[in-house]
């Protein structure tokens, strides 16, 4: 088929995919398309990117930057802010969620012992606009609704227009593996394959739970035409996991999907008990095995070499150089400047290595220890705030639960924890939607299951017998 015309028919195919998912039950804030544009942005290439602007990085000197870019990030933070400021609940939510206000605090006070200061804090000034995004979905009237069309729209788009790229376009969607030689990898819309990975398993497990509760819900309305809708996002994304070739984004999928089909079952609604011994089943599993003896085995089985495919290598190099280990290099400033030839030089001279490939070896080389402990509270602080949640919402509970937990695998072998990165993103998404159920469920009684079936239902304003809770949390008479 011409690319041409495989084009018009992914276009019009994109278009069918939007019509069929539409939901007039509900309306979330048009400021949703903020958040939506920032994950098309930073969940493919960067706009200068898709105009063949070539932003060439150079070891040994500062990473260039692209006025569009900077002006597009900087036009959604600021509309962004706009939006939030006409907003009342995004304070409560955010002092609930105090460890990472804490996390981005420190990140800050970093910058003091940083070689490059200025670079650190239009970094940091980057990385909180992931925040504002967040907050823009959780503070909708709509919350549940509004993440909904959020996991939507962005694979709408990104998803078959990565399967357009590779399948017809092989110079944009492909390109080759820096650590493979002349091996030909899939990148679709994204800059590699482990990217694309990251993104497809994050939307498809999205999506799956949308699956799960039309399937289950027959009162859902239009549930016929959009089930056909995330069925097809189903499958793309599953599709795309086997052409991206990541096995740590591929593994984590299977992993979340089996977490959240697993926890919705009834027997685990009730006892959350089980759900935390599953839990530390899975994560001491994997962490004992790959600490004595199991790594062969179990990196085997996902596709890796006994070495991550090269990573401990990097993992060797990098961690000596750490110019504090309390408080590291500064947010984000490690790989940037004469550190960067170093690692390029002491590992070879054969790629061109800018991370870690590790999401808390990261984290420190930028934060010190300080910083891992940081990125240690929000993880154990969102997992138990998500298990709240799910003792309130279980299906919508399962889905925040299977992301916090499968992000702290996923960056074992992947720098996750790093601004503008996708799995950062949905952690805080997954932490911050947690905090605003556990808020909900302290402003209204539980009876009878009610709570659950007005959340499922993503009323905006939640009626319990004589009084109700309005969108913005505030209880009134």
């Given at each position: 088929m011409p690319p041409q015309i495989a084009t018009v028919i992914f276009a019009v195919g994109i278009a069918?995919?939007?019509?069929?998912?539409?939901?007039?039950?509900?309306?979330?804030?048009?400021?949703?398309?903020?958040?939506?544009i920032w994950l098309w942005s930073n969940g493919s290439r960067p706009p200068s990117g898709w105009l063949g602007i070539n932003m060439t990085e150079i070891a040994g000197q500062l990473p260039?930057?692209?006025?569009?870019?900077?002006?597009?990030?900087?036009?959604?933070?600021l509309l962004g802010v706009a939006v939030l400021c006409r907003r009342r609940d995004w304070g409560a939510l955010l002092r609930a969620s105090w460890p990472?206000?804490?996390?981005?605090?420190?990140?800050?006070?970093?910058?003091?012992?940083?070689?490059?200061?200025?670079?650190?804090?239009?970094?940091?000034?980057?990385?909180?606009?992931?925040?504002?995004?967040?907050?823009?979905?959780?503070?909708?009237?709509q919350p549940a609704a509004a993440l909904r069309r959020l996991i939507s729209r962005v694979g709408f788009v990104l998803l078959p227009a990565s399967?357009?790229?590779?399948?017809?376009?092989?110079?944009?969607?492909?390109?080759?593996?820096?650590?493979?030689?002349?091996?030909?990898?899939n990148t679709g819309v994204t800059t590699n394959k482990n990217v694309l990975g990251l993104l497809t398993y994050l939307v498809t497990l999205g999506t799956l739970w949308q699956v799960l509760v039309l399937w289950r819900d027959k009162t859902q309305p239009s549930r016929t035409r959009r089930l056909v809708a995330?069925?097809?996002?189903?499958?793309?994304?599953?599709?795309?996991?086997?052409?991206?070739?990541?096995?740590?984004?591929?593994?984590?999928?299977?992993?979340?999907?089996?977490?959240?089909?697993?926890?919705?079952?009834?027997?685990?609604?009730?006892?959350t008990g089980v759900v935390h011994a599953l839990v530390l089943a899975i994560l001491i599993g994997g962490s004992l095995s790959l600490l004595f003896g199991g790594n062969s085995a179990i990196t085997g089985a996902v596709g890796r070499k006994s070495d991550?495919?090269?990573?401990?290598?990097?993992?060797?190099?990098?961690?000596?150089?750490?110019?504090?280990?309390?408080?590291?290099?500064?947010?984000?400033?490690?790989?940037?400047?004469?550190?960067?030839?170093?690692?390029?030089?002491?590992?070879?001279g054969y790629t061109m290595t800018n991370?870690?490939?590790?999401?808390?070896?990261?984290?420190?080389?930028?934060?010190?220890?300080?910083?891992?402990?940081?990125?240690?509270?929000?993880?154990?602080?969102?997992?138990?705030?998500?298990?709240?949640?799910f003792r309130r919402e279980s299906e919508l509970g399962a889905l925040l639960v299977a992301y916090v937990v499968t992000l702290m695998l996923y960056n074992i072998t992947e720098a996750g924890f790093r601004m503008l990165s996708l799995s950062l993103f949905f952690l805080f998404l997954s932490i911050v939607s947690a905090c605003r159920i556990n808020r909900l469920a302290k402003t209204a009684p539980e009876s009878d299951g009610e709570f659950d079936r007005h959340l499922a239902n993503n009323s905006d304003v939640l009626e319990f017998d004589d009084w109700k809770v309005t969108g913005d949390l505030r209880p009134v008479e």
């Open positions: 069918g995919l939007f019509w069929l998912d539409r939901d007039d039950s509900v309306r979330p804030s048009r400021a949703l398309w903020l958040p939506v260039p930057s692209s006025p569009i870019d900077q002006f597009l990030a900087a036009s959604l933070i990472i206000v804490v996390y981005f605090s420190f990140s800050l006070a970093s910058l003091a012992f940083s070689d490059y200061p200025a670079w650190g804090l239009k970094r940091w000034v980057r990385a909180l606009g992931d925040v504002i995004m967040v907050l823009i979905v959780v503070t909708d009237a399967v357009l790229l590779i399948r017809y376009y092989p110079q944009l969607g492909r390109g080759f593996d820096p650590f493979g030689g002349d091996a030909i990898v995330q069925g097809a996002l189903l499958w793309f994304g599953i599709s795309l996991l086997f052409t991206a070739h990541s096995a740590t984004s591929g593994a984590c999928f299977v992993l979340g999907a089996a977490l959240m089909l697993v926890t919705t079952l009834p027997f685990f609604r009730a006892r991550f495919s090269g990573r401990t290598e990097v993992w060797a190099v990098v961690i000596p150089m750490v110019p504090n280990p309390i408080v590291g290099a500064g947010f984000e400033t490690f790989w940037v400047g004469p550190r960067v030839r170093e690692v390029f030089v002491t590992h070879g991370e870690a490939h590790n999401g808390y070896i990261e984290v420190y080389l930028n934060l010190g220890w300080i910083g891992v402990g940081l990125i240690a509270l929000i993880l154990g602080q969102g997992y138990r705030t998500a298990v709240r949640a």
